[in-house]
């Protein structure tokens, strides 16, 4: 069973960047990725990896601003989120998965226990 523990939330102020972090226990993930959510809203996709392809998904709403990447060697997976607004506070989660659907990206069966972005105007 895989365990995923993630750090680098914070607070930001609109524009800014954060790095997200997660390291997976456990055996390797078919897939992993990054879900959100915000207050009163639900959980939403942002994007997601196939580990060994390092095949990207990315939603519309973060195309062009987060990047996904993994460091295979410590099973670790990253979210790099430039230019942040307050649209983009949530609690975010990394999920990994064993398979992975197309426009949908990584199927999520574990879920780590999220951490807090929070932009400021």
């Known amino acids: 069973q895989v365990q995923l523990v993630e750090s680098g939330g914070g607070a930001v102020q609109a524009g800014g960047s954060l790095r997200l972090s997660c390291t997976a226990a456990g055996p390797r993930p078919y897939c992993m990725g990054w879900f959100r959510q915000a207050p009163g809203e639900e959980r939403e996709r942002v994007g997601s990896?196939?580990?060994?392809?390092?095949?990207?998904d990315y939603s519309d709403s973060v195309k062009g601003r987060f990047t996904i990447s993994q460091d295979s060697a410590k099973n670790t997976l990253y979210l790099q989120m430039n230019g942040l607004t307050p649209e983009d506070t949530a609690m975010y989660y990394c999920v990994s998965g064993g398979s992975w659907a197309p426009g949908r990206g990584c199927l999520p069966y574990t879920w780590g226990q999220g951490t807090q972005v929070t932009v400021s105007s």
């Open positions: 990896i196939l580990s060994r392809l390092g095949q990207l």
